[in-house]
């Protein structure tokens, strides 16, 4: 499996209160993403990342901000939570070179109540 | 928007038996690329087809990519109960991102 580590694997956390997930890779690849996943849905792309301080926004960005102060590390945060952000949040890495895959983390199940 | 469709969104089928499951998507591709996920598990990938070429298999997989019809299948033969998963369709047209689908949910029964 390549090294991808998410943290919290769960949260339950109260509305309005912020959150923040982390995504730690062992794997020194520059494009780090972040997903979240609902049902009837797939994963749809938060917000991704391809390079030190140079990140992006995706299909779903409101309410969401990220940083990336070191290769290995991204981090997700939701400023002030809300239930419609209850989901499951996956990490994924990628080379950013033509004609390769992502490799995903495990996931972190986030409800927000 | 989501870029690809999976269709059927379930299938149940009996061990032994070949799984297809077809994907279509709605603009110009650069690769499409086929992913499982296990209950409770991260996507991993299975295969990728570039836009340039037609078939492709590994070890049970195969799948096939039209780019004229803009669609895609992917076929499991000889299914095993360790098959049942979820099973995405992504699709990468630009900038190293991918579109899901919303996938197919394969049940191996033995």
């Known amino acids: 499996d390549a090294g991808i580590t998410q943290s919290p694997r769960h949260k339950v956390t109260e509305t309005g209160t912020p959150v923040t997930l982390r995504c730690h890779q062992t794997?020194?690849?520059?494009?780090m993403y972040w997903y979240r996943q609902d049902p009837g849905h797939g994963l749809r792309l938060i917000h991704y990342?391809?390079?030190?301080?140079?990140?992006d926004k995706g299909e779903v960005s409101d309410g969401y901000s990220v940083s990336r102060s070191k290769t290995e590390d991204f981090l997700l945060t939701l400023e002030s939570a809300t239930s419609s952000q209850t989901s499951v949040y996956f990490c994924?890495?990628?080379?950013?070179?033509?004609?390769?895959?992502?490799?995903f983390g495990d996931g972190t199940r986030l409800s927000i109540l | 928007s989501q870029q690809g469709e999976e269709d059927p969104q379930a299938l149940s089928i009996q061990e032994g038996e070949n799984a297809t499951m077809n994907c279509s998507y709605k603009?110009?591709?650069?690769?499409l690329q086929w992913y499982r996920q296990n209950s409770g598990r991260g996507l991993v990938h299975l295969i990728l087809?570039?836009?340039?070429?037609r078939e492709k298999h590994s070890g049970r997989l195969r799948v096939t990519l039209d780019t004229s019809k803009k669609s895609s299948s992917l076929l499991i033969t000889a299914s095993r109960a360790a098959d049942t998963a979820s099973y995405f369709c992504a699709t990468e047209f630009n900038d190293y991102k991918l579109s899901f689908g919303a996938g197919t949910t394969v049940t191996v029964r033995a």
């Open positions: 087809i570039r836009s340039n070429e």
């Open positions: 794997e020194n690849h520059r494009y």
């Open positions: 603009t110009s591709i650069n690769n």
């Open positions: 990342s391809y390079g030190v301080k140079d990140t």
């Open positions: 994924a890495i990628g080379q950013g070179e033509q004609d390769q895959p992502q490799h």
